[in-house]
Nanobody, 116 residues
């Protein structure tokens, strides 16, 4: 089993930055991919970014390209989401999703709130 826990959210002013972390524990050797999603109030869950261990593939939603950066530290079993120049519409719960070999796991999320 794999457990994912996000951290790093908080209240930030527009134009500011945050770095979110997703710590994986348990059978992390089975994991091949990690995604970040977000869910704004009253909206559905939205894809943000992904990173794949097997080939280092990285991709982003068009809405965050050039503003967000996904990275990982395998020694720490942690995936990061660096978010720069944040805007009020970035207010959302941010969730990491990871898995591999047919298994898929979600963290409980971390809240990011922008103040104008």
């Amino acid at each position: 089993q794999v457990q994912l826990v996000e951290s790093g959210g908080g209240l930030v002013q527009a134009g500011g930055s945050l770095r979110l972390s997703c710590l994986a524990s348990g059978r992390t050797s089975s994991m091949d991919y990690m995604y970040w999603y977000r869910q704004a109030p009253g909206k559905g869950r939205e894809y943000v970014a992904e990173i794949r261990r097997s080939d280092g593939h990285i991709d982003y939603a068009d809405s965050v390209k050039g503003r967000f950066t996904i990275s990982e530290d395998n020694a720490k079993n942690t995936v990061y989401l660096q978010m720069n120049n944040l805007k009020p519409d970035h207010t959302a719960g941010y969730y990491c999703n990871g898995g591999g070999g047919g298994a898929d796991h979600w963290g409980p999320g971390t809240q990011v709130t922008l103040s104008s």
